[in-house]
């Protein structure tokens, strides 16, 4: 079954312990994003990868990083959270052919706390 | 920098009312636009899409057409459901295909 997964997708945890949240795509897709979501504010994107080793800060990169070693994986790392990361966290990929047509598939979220 | 603007929510409407959603965009260039539908608990996933001035995008009985005169792509549907109630989210996907904008989102709740 074509998928985004998305892990953990709970997870609480405290202020300035360094976490890792992993995307995994099985579509070959080349593009590959990180979006937050938060009330009253849509979908926010955070990083974005068009290819293997190509990253680009979106609209709200601070205080994320992002690598893109490999195609299908995509992990958002957050070095030291802070209670303003607390949100809802979706990674999405797309084909890049004709990119700018292209849908763009959404993993089911990982609902983030830190306190 | 691109923009979506999306009609407040929420929105609540009876069995077979219809339904609008106005979304107006502002962009550089020619962007994609795209709806959304995010039901509870779950991922976004896409409802339907335009590439292109006038083109329409349809799917499941919603509608919208892309209107560049007027930055618009506001969606329709004709006659709701129960199972509709999800947000929907109006989205553009730029030129060089990176970044991604999308509105605030509508919570939509269709009553029996």
């Known amino acids: 079954e074509a998928q985004v997964t998305q892990n953990p997708r709970y997870l609480i945890t405290v202020t300035g312990k360094k976490l890792t949240v992993t995307c995994s795509q099985n579509?070959?897709?080349?593009?590959m994003s990180w979006y937050r979501q938060d009330p009253g504010l849509g979908l926010r994107q955070i990083y974005y990868?068009?290819?293997?080793?190509?990253?680009d800060k979106g609209d709200v990169p601070e205080g994320y990083k992002v690598s893109r070693k490999e195609k299908r994986n995509f992990p958002l790392i957050l070095e030291s959270p802070s209670p303003n990361q607390t949100s809802l966290y979706f990674c999405?990929?797309?084909?890049?052919?004709?990119?700018?047509?292209?849908?763009?598939?959404f993993g089911p979220g990982t609902r983030l706390t830190v306190l | 920098g691109d923009s979506v603007t999306q009609m407040e929510g929420p929105v609540t409407l009876s069995e077979e009312a219809f339904l609008t959603i106005n979304c107006t965009y502002t962009?550089?260039?020619?962007?994609?636009l795209f709806w959304y539908v995010q039901y509870p608990g779950e991922g976004l996933q896409l409802l339907l899409k335009?590439?292109?001035?006038?083109d329409k995008g349809s799917n499941k009985g919603f509608e919208a057409t892309y209107r560049k005169e007027t930055t618009s792509f506001h969606l329709e549907k004709g006659s709701v459901q129960v199972s509709d109630s999800a947000v929907y989210f109006c989205?553009?996907?730029?030129?060089?295909?990176?970044?991604?904008?999308f509105g605030d989102g509508t919570t939509l709740t269709v009553k029996p």
């Open positions: 999405a990929s797309s084909l890049m052919v004709l990119a700018g047509y292209n849908e763009q598939f």
């Open positions: 579509m070959n897709h080349e593009y």
């Open positions: 990868s068009m290819n293997v080793e190509v990253t």
């Open positions: 962009a550089t260039g020619y962007p994609s």
């Open positions: 335009a590439t292109k001035a006038d």
């Open positions: 989205a553009l996907r730029s030129t060089n295909a990176g970044k991604s904008t």
